[in-house]
């Protein structure tokens, strides 16, 4: 069984630009979690989509938005970059939502997104 | 690889001694808890959970202890080998609500 894959692997961008970036996940999996992992601030949750509805959100701005296809892969979008948003952003999916701790959530790789 | 935390506390254990990582959780309301495992270049991998009604779990390996007095959470490793180094992360959770990472724990395991 194929894992969560994340594209792109890395990604270069100038500040005030705007990405985009995409995660499969493991096939039969409904629910996609994103995270952005920094060495300041460790890992803090983004957002969680099920069944193509975000089901929670995390403390980020606007500018952080994402969703989820009928086929489970999600996106997520940073517009008008700042160099704080460097960072791995990751990408998790999981059977059932995470909260109710029914199944494990497997994460992907990670997108290394640098803000210059 | 890449590096998940430049300031990361670091236990650094001899190869087939045991293991602890200790974790302190801000919720009392937590009532769910997880250890992950991140190797360098890689995504946090599942090791263990564990449910607020438990104070013990044991899975190969590895024992996750919780006590909730004290809002804490350990994670035992038992003979460490070269490849338990990484990156251990414990993460809580609360009546379905986003997961809460702590800042993660670097375990180096020397010869």
């Known amino acids: 069984k194929a894992g969560v894959t994340q594209t792109p692997r890395y990604l270069i961008k100038t500040r005030g630009q705007q990405v985009t970036l995409s995660c499969s996940p493991i096939s039969g999996h409904r629910s996609v979690s994103w995270y952005q992992q920094t060495p300041g601030q460790g890992l803090q949750f983004l957002f969680e989509?099920?069944?193509?509805?975000?089901?929670n959100k995390g403390n980020f701005p606007g500018r952080f938005s994402g969703r989820q296809f009928s086929n489970s892969r999600s996106e997520m979008n940073v517009s008008t970059l700042e160099l704080g948003d460097s960072a791995l952003y990751l990408c998790a999916s999981s059977l059932a939502l995470v909260g109710t701790g029914l199944y494990e959530q497997y994460f992907g790789p990670g997108t290394r997104l640098t803000v210059t | 690889g890449e590096s998940v935390g430049l300031h990361l506390p670091t236990l650094s254990v001899q190869e087939g001694d045991n293991s602890i990582i200790n974790c302190a959780y801000s919720n009392s309301a937590s009532d769910y808890f997880i250890w992950y495992k991140q190797e360098s270049g890689k995504g946090p991998q599942f090791i263990i959970d564990i449910r607020s009604n438990m104070d013990k779990r044991q899975g190969q390996r590895v024992t996750v202890l919780l006590n909730k007095t004290v809002k804490h959470l350990s994670l035992q490793i038992a003979a460490t080998q070269p490849g338990d180094s990484a990156v251990y992360f414990c993460?809580?959770?609360?009546?379905?609500?986003?997961?809460?990472f702590g800042t993660g724990t670097r375990l180096q395991v020397f010869p």
């Open positions: 989509y099920f069944s193509e509805t975000q089901r």
């Open positions: 993460a809580e959770n609360r009546n379905t609500d986003k997961l809460i």
